[in-house]
């Protein structure tokens, strides 16, 4: 499937708009192709001809293939639409288009392109391959990835094209500067600033917001953050979606269900002036925050941005696919999954360890053969101090962090695993799985030493 990727700057009158095109199936001809474009995307049409007449070009290359004597576009209808009406207004059969495609060009007349730089491919298979990854969305990606809200804002605030972020984005990284959220954590920003859309809304969770302005407290802190830390949570905890809060009477009856739950403000207690947001920088978090980033359970069990290191060797294709399990399954939704996987992770990595360093145990049980490695990595000076301690404790039942306890997270049907207390089991097994697994960048420190 030989792929050309050439590029060449074509005349706008050798290009056709394609009457076949998946927008639409089969048209008659280019002109009705082109109108029909006018009439199912409008605004968007208006849009894209500006953006065209007053830079003078098309950003992106439309993708063309030689058919008789015209080059047929295969993607890029839109931008060429444009163009041919922009050089000629009667292409379009509403006088209303007419005369919009007429004022624009007579407004940038020298603007107008006469030629677009294309991309030409011959095989058709490679066409329907780059048209599917630019408009089949991102194909965990494989095809081209839109930005979200806070993309498309860090991007027009360093451009200068915006200089605040959004309320949803503030509010966000206000829940983030203050510990409620973790740096991984993403509020749904959209319908937030949809729930707090006007100013009688944003005065009930205690703040004020002008559009590409500053978010600010009208009441004391302390009360608003925690009016809006309830609305973040039963946002981020799904009890609230924006489908149940469309209308004004919707949101009236949400915000009257959590005042009698205790969230609610009084109106005596509104500040005369109001109080801009405070941001922290990160070294001035306080034992309090750092408090409630633990207690805060994480979106999955290991934190996607640890990394592993393994050994070369194939036997660890089942440990790499769990880890990578782990990094992925949202630990909220699939606790049981994750306590399951954690254990067999464990199990998987002790039995490598012992296997390739000929540690041999007394007996197959987990208990036994996690402390035959753990003894065997104490000794070789791979763990130490109170990382050993810790771990020596998961032979004895008594305590919490035990064999015992994964036992009984996959074998009885009354104990439910804690989100709280398997990542805290995580973050005590995180070396002891990592020693296991890389085992030449011990033995590498150590001749190093």
Excluded at 3 to 11: D, G, I, Q, S, T
Excluded at 79 to 101: E, G, S, Y
Excluded at 407 to 428: F, I, N
Aim: aromatic share 8%; net charge neutral; glycine share 4%.
């Amino acid at each position: 499937m030989p792929v050309l990727n050439k590029y060449e700057a074509l005349p706008i009158a050798s290009l056709m708009v394609n009457p076949d095109n998946d927008r639409h199936g089969v048209l008659d001809d280019e002109i009705e192709a082109m109108n029909w474009l006018l009439t199912d995307s409008s605004a968007k049409i208006k849009t894209l001809a500006k953006d065209i007449a007053e830079k003078g070009y098309v950003f992106a290359a439309p993708l063309v293939s030689k058919v008789d004597d015209v080059w047929l576009m295969h993607d890029g209808n839109r931008r060429v639409t444009c163009v041919k009406m922009l050089q000629n207004p009667t292409l379009a059969n509403d006088p209303t288009w007419q005369r919009f495609f007429e004022k624009l060009a007579n407004n940038h007349t020298e603007n107008i392109p006469s030629k677009l730089v294309c991309r030409i491919e011959e095989d058709q298979d490679v066409i329907e391959d780059i048209k599917f990854r630019l408009h089949a969305g991102g194909e965990s990606g494989v095809g081209t990835v839109p930005w979200n809200l806070r993309q498309q804002q860090n991007h027009a605030i360093r451009t200068g094209k915006q200089h605040t972020p959004s309320l949803g984005v503030q509010i966000e990284s206000l829940m983030k500067e203050k510990g409620f959220l973790s740096q991984k954590e993403e509020l749904p920003v959209r319908n937030i600033e949809r729930l707090l859309s006007s100013k009688k809304y944003q005065e009930k969770v205690g703040i004020a917001y002008t559009k590409g302005g500053n978010m600010s407290f009208i009441f004391p802190e302390d009360r608003a953050m925690k009016i809006l830390k309830k609305v973040c949570a039963d946002f981020m905890e799904k009890k609230i979606t924006i489908d149940g809060l469309i209308k004004n009477a919707q949101k009236d009856e949400y915000f009257k269900k959590i005042a009698h739950e205790g969230f609610a403000l009084n109106g005596n207690e509104q500040l005369e002036d109001q109080k801009p947001v405070s941001r922290p920088q990160a070294h001035q978090e306080t034992p309090v925050q750092k408090r409630q980033l633990i207690q805060r359970p994480r979106y999955c069990l290991i934190p996607q941005d640890s990394v592993f290191i393994f050994d070369d060797h194939d036997n660890l294709n089942r440990i790499k696919a769990i880890i990578t399990e782990l990094q992925t399954l949202p630990l909220k939704k699939y606790v049981n999954a994750a306590s399951v996987l954690f254990r067999v992770l464990i199990e998987a990595c002790t039995n490598y360890y012992n296997e390739t360093q000929g540690v041999h145990s007394r007996s197959d049980k987990i208990h036994v053969t996690v402390q035959a490695a753990l003894d065997h990595m104490v000794q070789n000076g791979k763990i130490y101090g109170k990382d050993a301690e810790v771990l020596k404790k998961f032979s004895q039942q008594e305590e919490i962090l035990s064999a015992h306890t994964f036992h009984t997270y996959v074998h009885s049907y009354l104990t439910t695993p804690s989100e709280q207390h398997l990542c805290a089991m995580w973050d005590t097994f995180n070396q002891y799985i990592k020693t296991c697994i890389n085992q030449k960048a011990d033995a590498e420190a150590k001749d190093a030493a």
